[in-house]
């Protein structure tokens, strides 16, 4: 079965430094990893994916995020954080076989500090 | 665009009661999916369904049914209210995609609370 880790309960990061949130996975086979934000009282954004292809997928809010295989890491980062980045973030794996359910990670809350 | 919509936005149960979580979707996607919130826990699967007529639980099904008659709709039945399932409930839906590579999208919760 798959399942997904995020070590970090809380980031903090001071406004227009580099941010990164950590996620790493364990599924058989390729896998399908995803990002998604959550702001207060909302539901779930779709951030970015990594299907296949080049390891560095870029998404929106100007988010990137490395997949690293020999690692199973799967890391979101941004070159410059901003105030309005604070929020709750999942990283959600699916298996290649089949559309099964995403399996969310615990989440990370990120604070931006000014 | 409506996307997912869920309804309602709040309520408030007592033990025991009943109540139907009501989720639609406008996009004709196949697959949808009802997940539950707790703080500090992620999101927990509890029923999804990859089309009409077609249920499977998740991880955390107990004291919950769902039913899928039309591509649109898929309710989500809580018959005996417990304390425990004092939650935020998302419900998703996703499109069939190549070997699942779709991202799902959600909808704003219901937050319950059973008193």
């Known amino acids: 079965a798959q399942s997904v880790a995020q070590p970090e309960d809380q980031v903090n990061v001071a406004e227009g430094n580099p941010l990164t949130v950590k996620c790493t996975y364990s599924?058989?086979?390729?896998?399908?990893l995803f990002w998604y934000v959550q702001y207060p009282n909302r539901g779930l954004q779709f951030l970015l994916k990594?299907?296949?292809?080049?390891?560095l997928v870029k998404g929106s809010y100007g988010f990137e995020a490395e997949f690293n295989k020999s690692q199973t890491s799967f890391h979101l980062k941004k070159p410059s954080a901003l105030v309005s980045d604070s929020a709750l973030y999942f990283c959600?794996?699916?298996?290649?076989?089949?559309?099964?359910?995403?399996?969310f990670g615990k989440g990370t809350r990120l604070s931006v500090i000014a | 665009n409506a996307g997912v919509t869920q309804t309602p936005k709040f309520r408030i149960l007592k033990i025991g009661q009943s109540m139907t979580l009501q989720c639609t979707q406008d996009?004709?996607?196949?697959?949808m999916y009802w997940y539950r919130q707790d703080p500090g826990m992620g999101l927990k699967l509890i029923y999804y369904?990859?089309?009409?007529?077609?249920?499977d639980k998740g991880e955390v099904p107990n004291g919950y049914n769902v039913s899928r008659s039309t591509t649109e709709d898929f309710p989500l039945r809580l018959e005996l209210a417990a304390p425990s399932q004092t939650s935020v409930y998302f419900c998703?839906?996703?499109?069939?995609?190549?070997?699942?590579?779709?991202?799902?999208?959600f909808g704003q919760g219901t937050r319950l609370t059973v008193v």
């Open positions: 599924v058989s086979g390729n896998p399908y």
């Open positions: 998703a839906s996703s499109p069939p995609g190549r070997g699942g590579g779709t991202e799902a999208f």
């Open positions: 959600a794996v699916r298996a290649p076989s089949g559309n099964t359910p995403l399996v």
């Open positions: 996009m004709n996607h196949n697959y």
């Open positions: 369904s990859v089309g009409a007529g077609i249920t």
């Open positions: 990594y299907i296949t292809g080049d390891n």
